[in-house]
T-cell receptor
Framework: DTEVTQTPKHLVMGMTNKKSLKCEQHMGHRAMYWYKQKAKKPPELMFVYSYEKLSINESVPSRFSPECPNSSLLNLHLHALQPEDSALYLC????????????FGSGTRLTVV | DAKTTQPNSMESNEEEPVHLPCNHSTISGTDYIHWYRQLPSQGPEYVIHGLTSNVNNRMASLAIAEDRKSSTLILHRATLRDAAVYYCILRVSSALSGNTPLVFGKGTRLSVIA
C-alpha cells in the first residue's frame, strides 16, 4: 500500500460545528504532516508529527487541533472555524530520517458556512 | 530557510521536451533539491530529488549546476497529463539534525498545448 487516504473528500460545516478530518497510511512512515492550501496558492505547512509526537506547529490557531493516535493515523479536529478557513487540507507522510520524498493524500475540500 | 525562484508560468507543445528552471543561489551543503508537481484537484506528487549529481527516473530528469545554485527539471516528452504546477523545494537532510519539512514556494504553472 503506497497511498495516503484522506476522509472525507468534501466537508461543509457551520461555524459552530465540530468536525474531524482523517488521514491514514500503511507505509510505515513515522512522520506525518498537515498542510492547508487556498485556491491558486501553494500548500502551507500547519503541523508536523514525528514518531506520533507533535514536533512543529506553525502558529496555527487553536480552533485546529491535531492528533496522532497511532503511527498510521492522523486526525485534524476542527471547532468554531471561520469562513476564511475554507480550503483544501492536505495530509502527507514520509520517513523521519534519510532523504526521501513525501506521499500526499488527495485532500479534504473544506467549506465553512 | 534557503529559497528558490521559479518562473510563474511556462508553456510547452505536446511531445516536446520541457526544461523547468529553478534558481537557489543561497543553497547550503545539506540542502537537497526536491521537485513536486500538483495536478488539478489533486495533492502534490513527488517527481524527483537530488543533491549534487544529475538524477534520472521514470518521470523526469534533474540537472544540477556544478555550483548547485540552480537546477533544471526536464520532462523528456510533455503530454497533456503533465500540465500541472511544478514546485522546486530545498530541504535539509542531516544525519545530525534530521530533516526539515517541505516548504512550498509559488511554483511554475506548466501548460501543455496539443
Amino acid at each position: 500500500d503506497t497511498e495516503v487516504t484522506q476522509t472525507p473528500k468534501h466537508l461543509v460545516m457551520g461555524m459552530t460545528n465540530k468536525k474531524s478530518l482523517k488521514c491514514e497510511q500503511h507505509m510505515g512512515h513515522r512522520a506525518m504532516y498537515w498542510y492547508k492550501q487556498k485556491a491558486k496558492k501553494p500548500p502551507e505547512l500547519m503541523f508536523v508529527y514525528s514518531y506520533e509526537k507533535l514536533s512543529i506547529n506553525e502558529s496555527v490557531p487553536s480552533r485546529f487541533s491535531p492528533e496522532c493516535p497511532n503511527s498510521s493515523l492522523l486526525n485534524l479536529h476542527l471547532h468554531a472555524l471561520q469562513p476564511e478557513d475554507s480550503a483544501l487540507y492536505l495530509c502527507a507522510s514520509s520517513q523521519v530520517w534519510g532523504d526521501y520524498g513525501y506521499t500526499f493524500g488527495s485532500g479534504t475540500r473544506l467549506t465553512v458556512v | 530557510d534557503a529559497k528558490t525562484t521559479q518562473p510563474n508560468s511556462m508553456e510547452s507543445n505536446e511531445e516536446e521536451p520541457v526544461h523547468l528552471p529553478c534558481n537557489h543561489s543561497t543553497i547550503s551543503g545539506t540542502d537537497y533539491i526536491h521537485w513536486y508537481r500538483q495536478l488539478p484537484s489533486q495533492g502534490p506528487e513527488y517527481v524527483i530529488h537530488g543533491l549534487t549529481s544529475n538524477v534520472n527516473n521514470r518521470m523526469a530528469s534533474l540537472a544540477i549546476a556544478e555550483d548547485r545554485k540552480s537546477s533544471t527539471l526536464i520532462l523528456h516528452r510533455a503530454t497533456l497529463r503533465d500540465a500541472a504546477v511544478y514546485y522546486c523545494i530545498l530541504r535539509v537532510s542531516s544525519a545530525l539534525s534530521g530533516n526539515t519539512p517541505l516548504v512550498f514556494g509559488k511554483g511554475t504553472r506548466l501548460s501543455v498545448i496539443a
